[in-house]
């Protein structure tokens, strides 16, 4: 299949489905985010409640876009994703998954609310960083504009969640005159028709923004895993005809061609000749796949590392000194608007995900939301704060922890549906009682895990990296 032999086949099947199991375990370890509030308000029952939250999950999933997979293509470095040695690709593929689904195993386990995004980017980070330390490596760099990005996004995001459900309780406060709603759940007796429908809608909510983000991890992985090992077939979008890229390429030329390369600093002159070298190696490139005779001969993974280089080297020629402040190249407004639109129609041909890769992670996270829900949701609905989780604690927290997930998924970042929700239910309680209405055993629990999950996956991801590659 795909030219593999037996071997490489089977691994492919391996790591597909391995990333499968990691998108599965994410989802009933992350269940409990979205029922807990409905199973323990009565609003739903626990059975119908997760199958409930899985269909959403799914449908999150499949219809929510993939910025955030591609955000989490985008954290590895460019060198190591378009690396053709089968062995640095067998290794990254093998720590990544390993590293995430012993994590989230182990977490689960011992019923703490633990973050798979968390868990995922410390893999990438471990394995990016180890791939520095191989000596053919030369010149590779994590993404680190995409890390800062990513890692802001995961630490601000706790913070939001905690402080605009407080805010919200307020609100609701100042708003809602029914005082059931402030209420304890009556174990013995299901909530008013109201607030049974408020609990719902939010759980829905969270359900298919938890698809939309956390799911999008899935569809990036199962990328990285298609993208390495068979780069010919998936290092471009397959819908789409590579040729019509020729303009895009003619008009990226044309503008650089208004270069003045007497005004380019010597430390900026390696980025404008490798820029130059890639326009011209894909211009070549893609003047094969004009001739539908010859499309078959069109080189996709040197065509994918090309298009990736002009869009980073092209960032990087814009913002240099010689640009900003010897103006080595002049372009009107509309011009640089032109050459920005230009590269990002040639970067949609490396931006994609096959419907068969987001109908796979969407069945897996969905079916993983069916079942395993009860540790985590034991801990979210009971441990977190000394007082039983009211109606109106629920619902504002779950409400904050849907507009933080959409907002991030929208603009492609990847943050922690635990720990949003988590934080919102630890801000619901403080509005109520105080610091002292926390249990800060569990919270403490949490926080450490929260604080030990990326420096740990990054060792255990870097490690197995170099181990496997060692073995290979």
Known sequence: MFGLDMGMTLLLFGCILAAMAFEFINGFHDTANAVATVIYTRSMKPRIAVIWSGIFNFLGV??????????????????????????????????????????????????????????????????????????????????????????????????????????????????????????????????????????????????????????????????????????????????????????????????????????IAAADMAIYKSLKTSVSDLKNNLLIAQNPAETDKLDKFNARKDILTIKKKTNEFLNSASVMNNKALVLTAKEQKAMKKDIAEMDSYTEYAPWFVILMVSLSLGLGTMIGWKRIVTTLGEKIGKSQMSYAQGASAQIVATATIMSSSTIGLPVSTTHVLSSGIAGSMVYEGGWKNLQMKTIYNILLTWVITIPVTIAMSGGLFLLIRSML
């Open 62 to 263: 499949y219809f929510g876009g993939i910025a955030v997979a591609i955000g989490i293509i985008n954290l590895l470095p460019l060198e190591i994703l378009l690396d053709q040695n089968i062995s640095h690709n067998v290794a990254m593929v093998a720590s990544l998954i390993l590293t995430a689904i012993i994590w989230n195993l182990g977490t689960w386990y011992f019923g703490i609310p633990c973050s798979s995004s968390h868990t995922l980017i410390g893999s990438i980070f471990g394995v990016g960083l180890a791939y520095l330390f191989i000596s053919d490596s030369s010149g590779a760099a994590l993404n680190w504009t995409k890390v800062v990005e990513a890692l802001s996004a995961l630490l601000i995001s706790p913070v939001i969640g905690f402080g605009l459900t407080i805010l919200l309780m307020y609100i609701f406060k100042r708003t809602v005159r029914k005082k059931k709603f402030f209420k304890a759940a009556d174990p013995e007796k299901k909530p008013p028709f109201w607030v049974r429908l408020l609990l719902i809608g939010t759980c829905t909510t969270v359900s298919y923004s938890h698809g939309s983000n956390d799911g999008q991890k899935g569809v990036g992985l199962i990328m990285i895993i298609l993208i390495s090992l068979l780069p010919a077939h998936f290092a471009l979008d397959n819908t789409k005809n590579p040729s019509n890229m020729i303009g895009n390429v003619n008009h990226i030329e044309y503008y650089l061609g208004k270069t003045d390369t007497t005004k």
